[in-house]
């Protein structure tokens, strides 16, 4: 089994769009016995709180299944629980490296790397713009995903 970890600063909004947009293709697909996913923010910001209303408005029109979440904060201890790490900007990777030792396992990687897009997922907790951010975690969750089923 595969456990992955979507990581953004809030876990409120990103990071859980990734969990549940990740955890329907898998759903799809009848993988369900091969993966683990979860989220986990780098900040304490919103520590216990549910996904950001606006996200899961997002998820709804899309169609997208989720569960009550509340946000927790990635610790070092987390490194050896999970076999990658997805961040959705490069400080969350930055943030993620100093936690874990410069990745020596190099579990660490910004979600839209793994696209042609190659950029940050922009925080639409200051953008507002919800539907990017979907359009964008939902383009990089199926080429992780295509790049994993082939490995
Ligand atoms: P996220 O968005 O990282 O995509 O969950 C944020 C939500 C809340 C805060 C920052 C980012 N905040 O600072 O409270």
Redesign the pocket.
Known sequence: MLKICFV????????PMAEFIMKNKIKNLNLEKDFYITSK?T?K??SGNDI?PLAKKTLQIHHIPYQLHSASTIEASDYQKFDLFIG?DINNINTMKKLFDNDPENKVYRLLDFTKLKKDID???YTRDFEKSYQEIDQGCTELLNILKTN
């Open positions: 953004c600063l809030g876990n409120i909004c990103r990071s923010a900040s910001e919103e950001y959705m925080d639409p907790w």
